[in-house]
């Protein structure tokens, strides 16, 4: 008889799995996005980098969210990191044998592309499968969120630290543990629900005179903040390397900092989601990201020092609390779908930007590189929130039509 083991327990082990996952993608990604700053020199080069690890996530991630609904998710997500684990070592191998590094590295970081696009629909499917619901899954989301946001941001100073003092094999090579890590910690969860959990019960309450916020919206909300810290993780390297001329620790530096921030803003969401409501944290908090991001390229490595951080601080409690919207409003059967239309819209979206911003920096600056992303952000909020008000508005007046597309989620 298979042995069931407390939710706390299984809380713990998700978290480090997605902790060690998030360091193991990214560290792939940052050490890649350093050896092509230095050798191309421009912002194109390294997007490309990015758009190839994004294209594969877009295309897909609608498709087999659907399937991580049908499917074992546990087994899921223990496969992925398998696959990981083999793809990562691949390349320091690759590497170490005289081969390209481009091509080395734009291949390595495509083929884990297609390993996330059925990752994160699995993963986040599983949560909503093993973790109890109400208060306990908001907490959950906020302690996932960073630690996810933090392996990623962690991933970034190891990588600019260590790529400079023993270079990209050996960090590449620790980088396939990772996922080893995570399997590992995925497997120790047991095939079985958790117990003593309370009943699942919505995060954000619907009633007579409150709606469930439209599917659409939240999806927005949720997904601009995956576009942000994309192409803010390929436009910080080119801003530090190339045109302030400083190393890779430097770089790693500034994303220590910013991991700091991110650490702050998990007891801050603490704090602030007593007195606010998840929606309003999120909305404050992207807004105050846009324009943070627009600063950040003015003030060099001493405005970097002071914004990013502070950036971190309040986009990490946006994210927390869209992450909780959109998990709240995704059915136990359909999370995976709903979170694979989140992540394959927002890396489409992601590729359309890292374009426009990676051209914009190269004929200009980096500075005009960050206002550009800044504006995306502040855009994209706006959006969200208008597409929520006009179907509050529509269900205050008492439309038929309006009130099935919010039951059914689908105002899009």
Same mark, same amino acid.
């Given at each position: ?6 939710? @706390? ?8 799995? $997605? ?5 193991? #993608? ?27 690890? $994004? ?7 609608? *498709? ?10 546990? =087994? ?33 970081? %495509? ?41 990623? =941001? ?13 270079? &990209? ?8 543990? +990772?996922?080893?890590?995570?399997? =590992? ?24 005179? @409150? ?11 949720? &997904? ?14 080119? *801003? ?28 801050? *969401?603490? /704090?602030?989601?007593?007195? *606010?409501?998840? !929606? ?7 807004? $105050? ?15 970097? &020092?002071? !914004? ?6 309040? %986009?990490?409690?946006? @994210? ?27 890396? $489409?979206? +992601? ?9 914009? +920096? ?15 952000? /502040?855009?994209?909020?706006?959006? &969200? ?10 269900? @205050? ?10 039951? #059914?989620?689908?105002?899009?």
């Amino acid at each position: 008889m298979p042995v069931q083991i407390p939710h @706390r327990t299984t809380m713990r082990l998700l978290i480090a799995a $997605a902790f060690t996952t998030a360091l193991g #993608n990214n560290v792939q990604l940052i050490t890649g996005a350093l050896l092509l700053a230095r050798e191309q020199q421009t912002m194109m080069a390294v997007g490309w980098l990015f758009i190839a690890v $994004a294209l594969p996530q877009a295309v897909l991630s609608p *498709y087999l969210g659907r399937l991580a609904d049908r499917l074992d998710r546990r =087994l899921l997500w223990i496969a992925c990191d398998t696959v990981s684990a083999i793809v990562a070592l691949g390349l320091p191998l690759w590497l170490a044998a005289g081969g390209a590094a481009e091509a080395g590295i734009y291949a390595a970081n %495509f083929a884990l592309a297609l390993v996330s696009a059925i990752f994160v629909p699995a993963s986040a499917a599983l949560i909503k499968e093993r973790v109890p619901g109400g208060t306990v899954l908001r907490r959950f989301n906020g302690r996932y969120e960073m630690a996810t946001q933090a392996g990623m =941001l962690l991933s970034a100073t190891v990588g600019g630290l260590a790529v400079q003092i023993f270079g &990209a094999v050996p960090l590449l090579v620790f980088n396939a543990a +990772t996922f080893a890590v995570s399997a =590992l910690c995925v497997t120790a969860i047991g095939r079985t629900r958790v117990v003593g959990g309370p009943a699942d019960e919505p995060v954000e309450a619907a009633g007579p005179d @409150r709606p469930p916020l439209p599917m659409g919206s939240l999806i927005l909300l949720y &997904a601009q903040g995956s576009v942000v810290v994309t192409v803010f993780n390929a436009l910080l390297p080119m *801003y530090v390397l190339v045109e302030l001329n400083r190393g890779a620790g430097t770089f790693g530096a500034i994303d220590a900092l910013g991991s700091l921030g991110f650490l702050a803003a998990a007891a801050g *969401y603490r /704090l602030f989601a007593q007195r *606010y409501s998840d !929606l309003r944290i999120a909305v404050a908090g992207f807004f $105050a990201c846009s324009l943070l991001i627009v600063t950040q390229g003015q003030l060099g490595v001493a405005g970097l &020092a002071v !914004l990013v951080p502070m950036g971190a601080f309040v %986009f990490g409690q946006a @994210r927390i609390s869209s992450r909780n919207l959109l998990m709240a409003r995704a059915g136990r059967t359909d999370t995976g779908r709903v979170f694979g239309l989140a992540n394959g819209g927002g890396l $489409a979206a +992601t590729i359309v930007v890292m374009l426009l911003v990676a051209t914009v +920096t190269d004929h200009t600056s980096a500075g005009a590189g960050f206002a550009t992303l800044g504006a995306f952000a /502040l855009l994209s909020t706006i959006w &969200a929130l208008v597409l929520q008000r006009r179907a509050a508005r529509g269900t @205050r007046s008492g439309l038929p039509s309006a009130r099935k597309s919010l039951r #059914n989620g689908a105002v899009l």
